[in-house]
């Protein structure tokens, strides 16, 4: 079992920068591979960012690619997404997930075991 708990969320301005973080509990983070997700109101869930259990591997959506960057520190069990340049489009609730399989990472909701609660990233124009 894994409990994932965000923070970081907020407001800020077009081209500003926020750093979200996702805690994790439990004795096993290590072994999973963790993703960034985030939805806007009417919209599905869609992929941000992923990452492997070591955190040699990462993968990107194409609308944050060069701007967002994913790391993990398993000895924190923590994964951060560091998100710069940000545009209004990027407003959304960001929620961190972990995927238990044996998965390198995913890009898919549906791989994901356990989810966070979410933070709120508000870009204004």
């Known amino acids: 079992q894994v409990q994932l708990v965000e923070s970081g969320g907020g407001l800020v301005q077009a081209g500003g920068s926020l750093r979200l973080s996702c805690a994790a509990s439990?004795?096993?983070?290590?072994?999973?591979?963790m993703g960034w997700f985030r939805q806007a109101p009417e919209k599905e869930r869609e992929f941000v960012a992923a990452?492997?259990?070591?955190?040699?591997?990462?993968s990107f959506a194409n609308s944050v690619k060069g701007r967002f960057g994913i790391s993990r520190d398993n000895v924190k069990n923590t994964v951060y997404l560091q998100m710069n340049s940000l545009k209004p489009e990027d407003t959304a609730v960001y929620y961190c997930?972990?995927?238990?399989?044996?998965?390198?990472?995913?890009?898919?909701?549906?791989?994901?075991?356990?989810w966070g609660q979410g933070t709120q990233v508000t870009v204004s124009s």
């Open positions: 439990g004795r096993t983070f290590s072994s999973y591979s």
């Open positions: 997930a972990a995927a238990g399989s044996a998965l390198s990472y995913s890009t898919k909701v549906y791989d994901y075991d356990y």
């Open positions: 990452i492997s259990w070591k955190g040699a591997a990462t």
